[in-house]
C-alpha cells in the first residue's frame, strides 16, 4: 500500500468560494480525501495587493504542509493569479491553480472570439487569465470586469436576491455591450450566482466554472505523478477535514448548504503563525 497515495489534498481559498472547487474534486475523484483552509478572518482577498495576498497564501500553504498533503488546489483565482509561482516554490507537491484550466475550458468554448472574465480587482488587474487565453489563441478578444461586491453578497447569501440582481446588472452591462459568447466565472465565490449571471447574460452566453476543469486536470495531474487514491473508503469515513481562521460556526452552516456532505465541524487554526 502506498502512502502517499492515501495522503489528502490540501484545498484554500480566501473563505467560502473554494468550497465550489471542493465540490467538483467530491464528484469527480471521490476517493480522495481534502483539507480544506478558509481564510475567513481575512477575506476578502480581492482587494489587497499582490504582496499581502502571497504572504497570506504561503503562510496557508505552510499549514498545509503540516498535514502531509500530496498534492495543492489554489482554489481562489486571486491567490492563483498572483502567488501560484511562489507557492510552488514553498512546496514540493504538484499545485495546481483555477486560473489556467478556466481560460482552457474558455477558449474551447468561444465560437465568436469573445470572451468575458468576471472577477475581483486583484484577477482582473493582474490579466493573468488574458495572458492564459492568448497563449492558447491569441487571436481571442478577452474582455475583463472587476465585480467586487458580488464576493460580499455570495458570502452574506444573498445569492437570489433583487440587490444581487441590481448589481449583476450594472456590472454586466459593458459585457453584454460587447457581445461576447462565452463568459468565465472568474472567482470561486462566483457559481453561487451563476443563476442571476445567466439571467442577466441571456441563454447565448455560455458560463464557465473554471471548478470543472481544475478538477478534471487535478485527476490528471495525480495520475502522472502515480498518486491517485484507488482505495474506496469505508462507509462513514470522515475524510474531509476543514479549517478556517475565524467564525468556524458559521462557515460550517455556509459549507453545509453547498456541500452534500455534511460537514461535522471546522476548526479554528492561527495561520499567521505558519
Ligand atoms: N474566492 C476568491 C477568488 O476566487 C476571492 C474572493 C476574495 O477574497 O476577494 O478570487
Not at 182 to 190: A, Q, S
Request: glycine letters at 8%.
Amino acid at each position: 500500500m502506498d502512502n502517499r497515495k492515501e495522503a489528502p489534498i490540501g484545498v484554500f481559498d480566501s473563505g467560502v468560494g473554494g468550497l465550489t472547487v471542493v465540490k467538483e474534486i467530491m464528484y469527480q475523484i471521490p476517493n480522495e480525501k481534502v483539507i480544506y483552509f478558509g481564510d475567513t478572518a481575512r477575506v476578502p482577498y480581492g482587494n489587497k495587493t499582490k504582496e499581502t495576498v502571497t504572504k497570506y497564501a504561503l503562510q496557508i500553504v505552510r499549514f498545509l504542509k503540516t498535514q502531509n498533503v500530496k498534492a495543492i488546489v489554489v482554489a481562489c483565482n486571486t491567490a492563483s493569479a498572483y502567488a501560484l509561482e511562489e507557492i510552488e516554490q514553498e512546496i514540493d507537491v504538484p499545485v495546481i491553480g483555477v486560473v489556467k484550466p478556466g481560460a482552457k475550458m474558455a477558449v474551447e468554448s468561444t465560437k465568436n472570439g469573445k470572451i468575458g472574465v468576471i472577477g475581483t480587482r486583484g484577477t482582473i488587474g493582474s490579466e493573468t487569465y488574458t495572458t492564459y487565453i492568448r497563449q492558447l489563441n491569441p487571436n481571442v478578444e478577452v474582455i475583463g470586469k472587476e465585480c467586487p461586491l458580488f464576493v460580499h453578497l455570495v458570502e452574506e447569501g444573498l445569492w437570489e436576491d433583487p440587490v444581487t440582481e441590481e448589481i449583476a446588472k450594472r456590472y454586466l452591462m459593458d459585457l453584454i455591450d460587447v457581445g461576447i459568447d462565452t463568459l468565465i466565472l472568474g472567482c470561486t465565490h462566483y457559481p453561487m450566482i451563476r443563476k442571476t449571471v445567466q439571467r442577466i447574460m441571456g441563454d447565448g452566453v455560455r458560463l464557465v466554472n473554471p471548478a470543472y476543469e481544475t478538477a478534471r486536470e487535478l485527476k490528471e495531474l495525480l495520475k502522472g505523478h502515480d498518486i491517485l487514491n484507488e482505495q474506496t473508503p469505508g462507509l462513514g469515513t470522515n475524510m474531509h477535514r476543514f479549517f478556517v481562521s475565524d467564525a468556524a460556526e458559521r462557515f460550517q452552516i455556509f459549507a453545509n448548504s453547498i456541500l452534500k456532505y455534511g460537514i461535522l465541524s471546522a476548526k479554528v487554526i492561527h495561520v499567521e503563525e505558519y
